[in-house]
Structure formats: C-alpha cells, structure tokens
C-alpha cells in the first residue's frame, strides 16, 4: 500500500519568513495530494490540493508543487502569520477508486512574533 | 452550509464497554469515510461508504470494529469491548459523488479506562 513521509516533524519561523515542507510518497498510482492544516481540538481542514497532471498550484500566500519522477510534493507558505501556526498534513490518494487517503505523521508550524 | 458533524464530541468509557459514535456528513454526500487519529501522527484509514455499503473496509483493524449507513446518510462506527489501545481521535469525512475533496468533521475523542 501507499506510504506517505513527511518532514520536519516541527518547524519554528519568525513571522513573515516562509515555510516548506516536504513529503514523498511510495505509490507511483497516486494522483491526487491534499494538503491539511489542524489546529489543537479541531478536524484537518483542506487548505490546497494538486493533481498529478499539473506541476504547481498557487493560492494567496500557500503554494504546492509536485515532483512525479521523485514522487515528493512540497508545501511552500509565504509571510507567514501567527495564525498559520497549526500542525499540517500532506496526503496522497488514487482517484476514481476508493480515494482513501494516505497522510504523512504531520508538521507542526509555530510562527513566532 | 452545515458540515461534517460528529457527535459525542468527548466519550469516556470503561474497558471492555460498547461505544457507538455518529457523524452526519455535509448533505448529499454520497461518500463517507471513518479515520482514527492517534496522538501525534496522521489520520489512518478505516472504512469507506459509497451510499449504503462499505466499498473498503480494509482499515478496520479486527472484527471488534463495525460501521453502518443504513439510510446513506448518518454512519455510525461501534466498537465492542473496548481496549486501551481504541484510545483516539475518531474523525469522519465527506465528499461529493466523484470528487476528490475530503471534508472532515471535528472528531470524537474517544478514551478508554
């Protein structure tokens, strides 16, 4: 089955800088990569996602890209704010099937101000 | 609109007890997903609702884990005799018919005595 890694584990920012975060996954079928932000006590909230068939997305200050070859994807935030702080998880599904999706161990994001 | 809801939001129980937790996907969804979610790792796959049946069941971990969707709606995930080990975030998620998005409700914390 599918394996998604995702790294850092944590990561500290100063607000405004950016953040990355990376995940690769073990399934060369999967096509479909969400990316979710979870604050203390609440669901994931989908915050962008990508499909294989498109090499970047870019919404506001969140962007994601995609590197099929190497199977990773990235999380690129920019200007960070205090309310960015949040743990995120990147996951990878296979479309038309099941869709089930398979998520990293997360990354919680602490902007500092 | 309303989304995904869940309800208890918090359940205490013994060990050993029978425990039954809802959702109540976004309206007219007609897929549905259950997640448990343990303490500081991704949500992990247990079974998927297309209408009324369970089209994967594959991530229910044994036979003590049950869910229904008898009206394609509401689901309800049972667990008999509970173990220390079912302690846990139960989260569910919703997404319309061939979408891909994955809507999450705000989870039932689920802790066994």
């Known amino acids: 089955g599918e394996n998604v890694e995702q790294h850092p584990s944590t990561l500290s920012v100063q607000e405004g800088d950016s953040a990355v975060i990376k995940c690769t996954y073990s399934?060369?079928?999967?096509?479909?990569f969400p990316w979710y932000k979870q604050e203390l006590g609440k669901g994931p909230q989908l915050i962008i996602d990508?499909?294989?068939?498109?090499g970047e997305k870019k919404d506001q200050r969140i962007a994601v890209t995609l590197n099929k070859t190497a199977k990773h994807f990235s999380l690129h935030i920019t200007e960070t704010q205090p309310e960015d702080s949040a743990v995120y998880f990147c996951?990878?599904?296979?479309?038309?099937?099941?869709?089930?999706?398979?998520f990293g161990s997360g990354t919680q994001l602490t902007v500092l101000p | 609109g309303a989304g995904v809801s869940q309800t208890p939001s918090n359940k205490v129980t013994e060990k050993g007890k029978y425990v039954e937790l809802r959702c109540d996907p976004i309206?007219?969804?007609?897929?549905l997903y259950w997640y448990r979610q343990s303490l500081g790792q991704g949500p992990e796959f247990l079974i998927y609702?297309?209408?009324?049946?369970?089209?994967?069941d594959s991530g229910l971990p044994n036979d003590r884990f049950f869910a229904v969707r008898p009206e394609g709606s509401v689901s309800t995930l049972k667990i008999q005799r509970t173990e220390r080990g079912d302690s846990a975030v139960y989260l569910c998620?919703?997404?319309?018919?061939?979408?891909?998005?994955?809507?999450f409700g705000p989870g039932t914390r689920l802790t066994v005595l």
């Open positions: 998620a919703s997404s319309n018919r061939g979408a891909d998005t994955q809507y």
């Open positions: 399934d060369s079928a999967s096509n479909y």
């Open positions: 990508i499909r294989s068939n498109v």
């Open positions: 996951a990878a599904s296979i479309t038309g099937s099941a869709r089930q999706l398979t």
């Open positions: 309206s007219g969804h007609t897929a």
């Open positions: 609702f297309q209408g009324t049946g369970a089209a994967d």
